[in-house]
């Protein structure tokens, strides 16, 4: 396939309408439909884990003006610049502020295809250099942005390239969504045994509520397993604090160590994270299934999976001689509320924790027996989940490097690929 049959056309060409969203923000309720917000937006996926929802009343009023269906493209048009998604099937949602939507023509573009144009590096340099810098918070021009220039394949090659992209995304979600029930599951089966006590005992059934022997423990005022111990939870893991990796800069544009800073720990290593020194001491690498806590500022429990890099100071990697890796990563998330409580309550501009916090967060620790029945079952599930975020990581790594050549020109596909 030649090049010459790629056109540039305008957005607004493409579209049977560009609309904005409400101007004012309603009154959330419990459920109900969706309030979309910009938070929802990440990086081309639609985050549906933290929503907002509104009534029927009020989703009738704040739909006026358009209500999103399958298909059409939202995007944010103030702060996070550039960010769009694509509305799936049977999503009941209200746009939110600063937020527009693009109601593609199927005629002219591939809606799947059109949001790959739109999060390409072409085009979002277009968005770049239109956008208008206010004194408090930049925006893109809704009145100019139909003119916006974009360079597309005919139609039935953006159906192929949208096919081949969409592909990885579609497993990349189903892995998202795998990973979300393992999270959960894994869980569930921590409180079971470890909070409520709910282990099976000699006979397969739940200890506590089975009569099984329990003592009393003046420490946490309540009855515990007999047998079982309460640990400090730094007795139970080693946090070993990150460094001023600006003490330690690359020494090339090709040999250094992304930086890992709470940014990192919710986005994964992009372009803009900065580069360390190869050769920092072994204690301050990170590696893939590497526990972090980030103690200040966003407070933050992940498991680590996104390649080698530089721990920077605020973040703890959390390792364990005695005790396997699902022990102290649950029982961190199990503290993980209080420590964000007591951050938001310090009088400064960057909430943080203490090591006397740890100290003072305690831990079950249960015999032998159950703590090896535990780990035949938690142990596979942990590492499944580190497997299917780095297969996650490889597949974005993937669409990152296919989409700037398939969207450019660079790389043409032809239409009986699909």
């Not at 101007?23 to 439909?33: L, R, W």
């Not at 040999?255 to 360390?276: M, N, Y």
Request: overall charge neutral.
């Amino acid at each position: 396939m030649g090049t010459d049959d790629r056109t540039t056309v305008s957005l607004g060409y493409l579209c049977e309408g560009i609309y904005d969203g409400p101007h004012a923000t309603p009154k959330k309720t419990s459920h109900g439909p969706i309030f979309l917000g910009i938070s929802n937006l990440s990086h081309g996926r639609l985050d549906l884990t933290e929503v907002e929802h509104l009534s029927e009343e009020d989703f009738i009023k704040w739909t006026h003006r358009v209500t999103p269906k399958a298909g059409d493209i939202v995007f944010s048009y103030e702060t996070r610049l550039g960010e769009a998604v694509l509305i799936p099937d049977r999503l009941r949602c209200c746009l939110g502020r600063r937020m527009g939507l693009l109601r593609v023509n199927h005629k002219k573009a591939d809606p799947r295809f059109l949001l790959y144009a739109y999060l390409a590096p072409e085009f979002q340099d277009i968005i770049r250099a239109r956008t208008i810098h206010g004194s408090t918070v930049d925006r893109i021009p809704l009145i100019d942005l139909p003119d916006f220039p974009i360079t597309i394949p005919p139609l039935p090659e953006q159906r192929v390239i949208a096919h081949i992209l969409g592909t990885l995304d579609d497993k990349i979600e189903l892995n998202h969504q795998m990973n979300k029930t393992l999270e959960e599951i894994g869980k569930t089966i921590f409180k079971h045994w470890l909070i409520d006590f709910e282990f099976p005992n000699e006979k397969g059934k739940p200890y506590k509520s089975s009569g099984g022997e329990m003592t009393y423990n003046e420490e946490l005022g309540k009855d515990m397993p007999k047998d079982w111990l309460v640990k400090p939870l730094d007795e139970v893991a080693d946090f070993s604090n990150g460094l001023a990796m600006q003490k330690y800069p690359a020494e090339s544009e090709n040999e250094f160590l992304p930086v890992i800073k709470i940014k990192e720990l919710r986005e994964g290593v992009t372009d803009s994270s900065d580069k360390a020194s190869p050769n920092i001491p072994e204690a301050y690498v990170v590696v893939n299934g590497d526990v972090l806590f980030s103690w200040s500022g966003s407070l933050e429990v992940v498991i680590w999976t996104s390649g080698r890099g530089a721990l920077n100071q605020h973040l703890f990697k959390v390792t364990s001689k005695d005790y396997p890796k699902w022990f102290y990563y649950y029982w961190l998330l199990q503290h993980l509320p209080e420590y964000r409580r007591i951050a938001e309550g310090k009088a400064t501009t960057m909430g943080h924790i203490q090591r006397h916090h740890l100290k003072s967060s305690l831990v079950f620790v249960p015999d032998r027996t159950v703590l090896q029945t535990m780990d035949k079952i938690l142990s596979p599930v942990v590492e499944k989940i580190i497997g299917v975020n780095i297969q996650s990581r490889n597949l974005s790594q993937m669409r990152d490097l296919l989409l700037p050549r398939l969207m450019s020109g660079k790389m043409r596909v032809p239409v009986e690929a699909r």
